[in-house]
């Protein structure tokens, strides 16, 4: 059963406080939306209205066609995973897995198993179905928490920081598994919390940017990251050099320097902000050079990332392994193509993200 997630307006307040404020948000059906968002942005307050366990202050949440804000948990057709795999330990995995289904009687006995192995199967966890929590590593109980979740057919899936209990080379494992396991079932919509932006820009297709209860930003990775439309957004979703620019009639400048730089939605005469990301900044001459000294060089493997001060501005710079590279205290000369920059607003917040709808 395919279906997506609509959220209308949806606030919820603990005591008054609005920790999530009219949050208007569509996952389309087999979309997988990442909710990202530093900790205490209201992202897994979202989550929890769309699996039942809070109840909107105002506002309305839609599963598919149906509005679901006053249906139990259990009647919604949600599987959910959260952090802390929450399994029984005194169960055996296969206990475990069927324990939705027993508990929301909605399959004939006779079907348990078979549903079972099927999702035991697809985590890669059917050779494990006797043995108890204790006798698995942490990301194999991560697996039999997703394997649960999967068992009731899910038509939304909803994920909750799934791998951050997980150490970084066993996320990484994850990650590419649940990749995989969304390409077999692609119908499932998946609603994934995290503050990782790896995480979100791996396995979205859209990004929904929050802060402070509030949806800042939407849009695919690719648009966030390339086309970031606030500061926050352009800092979160990866690394930012965030400079202030003035766009005047003859165009903008930054520090006294014309800047080649798209100044499409920006009024004349404002104070705005010009984003580059480092890995698009080149040293030496180009289009855009900025003069500035080398205030730390770090060798990173494959790049080196250059700090320069340029006018009491530290701008970063990731540049494939140096030959030759600069010293502390050296003058260098920094450059970036009119294309690979930003403007955005200085300290706005856009009204209306980048489609909240696709
Ligand atoms: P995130 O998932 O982005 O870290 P949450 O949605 O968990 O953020 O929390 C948003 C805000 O709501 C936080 O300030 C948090 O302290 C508060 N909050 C969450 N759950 C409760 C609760 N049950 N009672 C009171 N405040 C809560």
Request: charge should be negative; glycine fraction near 10%; hydrophobic fraction near 40%.
């Amino acid at each position: 059963m395919s279906s997506g997630i609509r959220f209308d307006s949806v606030t919820v307040a603990y005591d008054g406080n609005v920790v999530l404020d009219a949050l208007d948000l569509t996952v389309e059906p087999g979309e997988v939306m990442a909710l990202l968002g530093p900790s205490g942005s209201g992202k897994t307050t979202a989550l929890r209205a769309v699996a039942g366990f809070v109840r909107p202050a105002s506002g309305r949440v839609y599963l598919g066609e149906r509005d679901v804000t006053e249906l139990p948990p259990h009647r919604r057709g949600i599987g959910m995973v959260v952090q802390q795999y929450a399994l029984f330990p005194h169960m055996r995995v296969e206990d475990n897995v069927a324990f939705g289904l027993k508990a929301r009687k909605v399959v004939a006995k006779s079907e348990i198993r078979g549903r079972v192995a099927e999702a035991l199967e697809m985590t890669g966890m059917a050779a494990y179905s006797r043995r108890h929590p204790r006798e698995l590593s942490g990301g194999q109980q991560q697996r039999v928490a997703i394997a649960r979740a999967l068992a009731i057919r899910p038509g939304v899936l909803l994920l909750d920081e799934p791998l951050s209990a997980l150490d970084a080379r066993l996320r990484s494992g994850m990650l590419a598994e649940l990749a995989r396991l969304h390409r077999e079932l692609p119908e499932v919509s998946i609603l994934y919390v995290t503050h990782d932006q790896v995480e979100a820009l791996t396995l979205a297709d859209r990004i929904a940017v929050m802060d402070r209860a509030r949806l800042q930003d939407c849009g695919t990775p690719h648009q966030l990251y390339r086309a970031p439309r606030t500061e926050f957004t352009a800092s979160f979703v990866g690394n930012a050099n965030l400079l202030p620019v003035t766009v005047g009639e003859g165009g903008v400048s930054f520090g006294g320097r014309e800047v080649e730089v798209g100044t499409e939605g920006i009024a004349r005469g404002a104070q705005a902000t010009l984003c580059v990301r480092p890995h698009l900044i080149g040293l030496g001459d180009g289009p855009n050079q900025l003069a500035g000294t080398v205030d730390e060089i770090q060798w990173r493997g494959a790049t080196h990332r250059l700090y320069v001060d340029v006018d009491g501005h530290r701008l970063m710079a990731d540049l494939r392994e140096l030959k030759a590279p600069p010293a502390h205290g050296d003058a260098v000369t920094l450059h970036f193509a009119p294309e690979d920059a930003t403007l955005l607003p200085a300290g706005v917040t856009p009204e209306a993200p980048h489609g909240s709808h696709p």
